[in-house]
Nanobody
């Protein structure tokens, strides 16, 4: 199993920036993909971005492309999400997911992002 733990959430004004981190522990050598998802009140969990460990390939949801940047320090088993130009629609609980063939899909507990003036 892998245990992801998110941090870095908080309150930010519209147009502001925030950086999230996800620190993974456990069988981290088995991780092949790491993801960020988010869930706003009353909505389903939404894919945000992914990082593929084998080659560093990244991808984003269309709604955040150009505004958010995903990266990972593999040596530290830490995933990041730099969020710029935040909008009220970006407010949600942000979840980290670590996925691997041997460990399956492992979720963190989330970190709250609030965008409000």
């Amino acid at each position: 199993q892998v245990q992801p733990v998110e941090s870095g959430g908080g309150l930010v004004q519209p147009g502001g920036s925030l950086s999230l981190s996800c620190s993974a522990s456990g069988r981290t050598s088995s991780i092949t993909y790491m993801y960020w998802y988010r869930q706003a009140p009353g909505k389903g969990r939404e894919y945000v971005a992914e990082f593929r460990r084998g080659d560093g390939h990244v991808d984003y949801a269309d709604s955040v492309k150009g505004w958010f940047t995903i990266s990972e320090d593999i040596a530290k088993d830490t995933l990041y999400l730099q969020m710029n130009n935040l909008k009220p629609d970006d407010a949600a609980v942000y979840y980290c997911n670590a996925d691997g063939l041997r460990t399956g899909s492992c979720w963190g507990r989330g970190t709250q992002v609030t965008v409000s003036s």
